[in-house]
């Protein structure tokens, strides 16, 4: 079965500094991997995927995300955070074709 | 290009009443899938139609059910409703061109509450 791990419920960074969202995933054949982010009572927007092909895919508002077969990672990154990044963020694996298995999602709080 | 829609925004119902949640997806995207959110659970597959066709479909009971209209438009209905149905219900839509690939874009969620 396909899954994603979020190891973190929360994280908190300083704004200016560089912000990570861990997400390990564990799938059987070639991981599609998205991240989305959801701001308070709004529905998921999406930020970046991985397909295939370079390993650092860079996506919306500045995020980028590292995929890394031998750990079984992809990981959100972004160079600066700004207090507007602050929101709950989510990983997901495609999963039989159409569904998204996501993972429990990890709270973002940037501080000024 | 609008985004996906869906109404109502907000419901309030009662044990045992049903319920049924409407979904307009991207203009072009032919593919419509539901997620259930809640706090203990994360988010969850329903299912997804394509061409008016149940294509997949999550671990859920039957009281959940959906449908798809010539116009991609889709309905999810529930039934005989219990307290652990409230919860936010996002529909999402895709093209699509490849279907383990293709980006899925959310509405902002129909917000359940069962009294």
């Known amino acids: 079965a396909q899954s994603v791990a979020q190891p973190e419920d929360q994280v908190n960074v300083a704004e200016g500094n560089p912000l990570t969202v861990k997400c390990t995933y564990s799938?059987?054949?070639?991981?599609?991997l998205f991240w989305y982010v959801q701001y308070p009572n709004r529905g998921l927007q999406f930020l970046l995927k991985?397909?295939?092909?370079?390993?650092l895919v860079k996506g919306s508002y500045g995020f980028e995300a590292e995929f890394n077969k031998s750990q079984t990672s992809f990981h959100l990154k972004k160079p600066s955070a700004l207090v507007s990044d602050s929101a709950l963020y989510f990983c997901?694996?495609?999963?039989?074709?159409?569904?998204?298995?996501f993972g429990k999602g990890t709270t973002l709080s940037v501080s000024s | 290009k609008a985004g996906v829609t869906q109404t109502p925004r907000y419901l309030i119902k009662t044990r045992g009443q049903q319920v049924t949640l409407s979904c307009s997806p991207i203009?072009?995207?032919?593919?419509v899938s539901w997620y259930q959110q809640t706090p203990g659970q994360g988010l969850q597959f329903l299912f997804e139609?394509?061409?008016?066709?149940?294509?997949n479909k999550g671990n859920f009971p039957g009281r959940f059910s959906g449908r798809q209209f010539s116009n991609s438009r889709s309905e999810m209905n529930v039934s005989t409703l219990e307290l652990g149905d409230s919860a936010l219900y996002l529909c999402?839509?895709?093209?699509?061109?490849?279907?383990?690939?293709?980006?899925?874009?959310f509405g902002p969620g129909t917000r359940l509450t069962v009294l």
């Open positions: 999402a839509s895709s093209l699509p061109l490849e279907k383990n690939t293709d980006t899925q874009y």
């Open positions: 799938v059987s054949g070639n991981p599609y």
């Open positions: 991985y397909i295939t092909g370079d390993n």
């Open positions: 997901a694996v495609n999963q039989a074709g159409t569904a998204l298995i």
């Open positions: 203009s072009g995207h032919r593919s």
């Open positions: 139609y394509f061409s008016e066709t149940q294509r």
